[in-house]
Nanobody, 123 residues
Framework: QVQLVDSGGGLVQAGGSLRLSCAAS????????MGWFRQAPGNEREFVAA????????YYADSVKGRFTISRDNAKNTVYLEMNSLKPEDTAVYYC????????????????WGQGTQVTVSS
């Protein structure tokens, strides 16, 4: 089992920045891919970004490319999501996720989930 604790959400004005953190209890072969999803009220959960522990390959949704950056700190078992140039449409609950393969995350599937952290962007 892998426990994920995500944090760092808050209220920010449009154009501002936030950094989300996801601390994993451990890294195993079953959680090589880490990522972020988000869910706005009335919407389905959607993929935001992913990274692999082993190679550091990164993947982004088109809606956040060029604004968000996902990174990892292997020593701390922590993944970060740096969010810049935030827009009101980025408002959502952001969830950390982990799965054996990044392909699963890209299809919206994850073996492990964090509890979620609220991001609100005011206009």
């Amino acid at each position: 089992q892998v426990q994920l604790v995500d944090s760092g959400g808050g209220l920010v004005q449009a154009g501002g920045s936030l950094r989300l953190s996801c601390a994993a209890s451990r890294r195993t072969f079953s959680s090589d891919a880490m990522g972020w999803f988000r869910q706005a009220p009335g919407n389905e959960r959607e993929f935001v970004a992913a990274i692999t522990w082993s190679l550091g390959d990164t993947y982004y949704a088109d809606s956040v490319k060029g604004r968000f950056t996902i990174s990892r700190d292997n020593a701390k078992n922590t993944v970060y999501l740096e969010m810049n140039s935030l827009k009101p449409e980025d408002t959502a609950v952001y969830y950390c996720a982990a799965d054996q393969r990044v392909g699963a995350l890209l299809r919206g599937i994850s073996a492990y989930w964090g509890q979620g952290t609220q991001v609100t962007v005011s206009s």
